[in-house]
């Protein structure tokens, strides 16, 4: 049995690094094991819309790894949130500050969405999009729209066929479904073309809807969009342990002050960062898919974002720990349980 397993370092294809304070909390957990990361835009109070908060939010980042104690050779992957007014000239501005990638959130499906795209038909969005996919920018969706009378688990095959549109609207443009959580949205994703992958967080390999309300309500499990039945968790788990190279890692890792989960209306986001490769590593175990991990986690998303692989592994040794229960004032995915493989 292998107790030692070898990767190339990971990139973690959808960050939340936040900014400020919880910014220097979580970063240093994802540069200790991954190359590079994609810093998602829907930040606040400053949101990163223009290519100067790309710049901003990029210095802030660079700040963070700065003044970490241990230097890790780690990039942050820019972004920009594309909204109903965002305009060709802003995707040239965001693209030369180095913006890899616009995010869209459809109108108030998850956390900071409040001024999500309304519509994905307009013929001014269209021109965005040719903008990005012109200069080669990534197109990455959080594929769910919330319609009266839609319940939050059907949110993604509602959005499903804005996605075929899409895809055929633009084949030329490179499109993300991101944190992929149904098995009709997986199919989907196969039947289109090359133009179009997935990426799948670590909870959706863990967890379906019984983990966040079937036994008590589970704040922390709390994530949108929401994890669903088995049969859907099953589908990404082979999805992901496949070597299928449209599906690879974005963990969303999403921290939030524990107030801010355990509360009234708490927020939606798992903080997967602190035991990412682990947990992986354990479900690619339990599969007997081990050999496939590097795969999904450090060159899929590289190949299809088109950039060279990561230098530089990290290794993971079989023993077993114990996850801490808070770390600076975020609980963690998995907090309080115990792991079977540990960063060595
Ligand atoms: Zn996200």
Redesign the pocket.
């Known amino acids: 049995m292998n107790d030692r397993i070898t990767l190339r370092r990971l990139d973690d294809m ?1 960050c ?1 690094f936040r900014a400020g304070s919880l910014l220097k909390e979580v970063l240093p957990f994802t540069a200790q094991y991954a190359g590079r990361g994609i810093a ?1 835009p829907n930040t606040r109070p400053r949101a990163i819309l223009t290519g100067k908060d790309v710049v901003w939010y990029q210095d802030e980042i660079r700040r963070a790894l700065d003044e970490m104690p241990h230097r890790h050779s780690f990039e942050p992957l820019m972004t920009i949130e594309i909204r109903d007014n965002t305009t060709p000239q802003m995707i040239a501005e965001a693209y030369h500050a180095g913006a890899v990638a616009g995010k869209v959130y459809p109108l108030g499906v ?1 956390t900071n969405s409040d001024e999500g795209l309304r519509n994905f038909e307009s013929e001014s969005i269209a021109e965005t999009f040719r903008a990005m996919r012109d200069v080669g920018m990534l197109l990455l969706i ?1 594929g769910e729209l919330d319609r009266e009378r839609t319940l939050v688990t059907k949110r993604e095959e509602v959005f499903l066929p804005t996605l075929l549109m899409l895809a055929e609207k633009f084949p030329n443009m490179k499109i993300v479904l ?2 992929v959580s149904t098995r009709v949205a997986v199919e989907s994703v196969r039947q289109l073309g090359q133009n179009v992958a997935a990426t799948i967080t670590a909870h959706h390999l863990c967890l379906t809807l019984n983990d966040v309300v079937g036994y008590g309500i589970q704040p922390h499990h709390g994530c949108m969009p929401m994890p669903k039945d088995f049969d859907d968790r099953d589908t990404l788990i082979v999805a992901a342990t496949s070597g299928e190279p449209k599906f690879f890692l974005g963990s ?1 890792t ?1 921290p939030h002050p524990r107030e801010k989960k355990e509360c009234a209306k708490g927020a939606c ?1 798992v903080y997967t960062a602190p035991v990412l490769p682990q947990v992986l590593a354990e479900v690619f175990e339990k599969t007997g898919k081990l050999d496939r991990l590097e795969d999904f986690s450090s060159r899929f998303g590289a190949e299809f974002y088109g950039l060279p692989l990561n230098d530089g592994s990290i290794s993971l040794i079989k023993s077993e720990w114990v996850v801490t229960e808070q770390i600076g004032g975020v609980v963690p995915f998995r907090a309080g349980a115990k792991l079977q493989w540990q960063l060595s």
Request: net charge negative; no cysteine.
């Open positions: 959808h939340h998602m998850t959080h991101e944190h969303d999403a986001g």
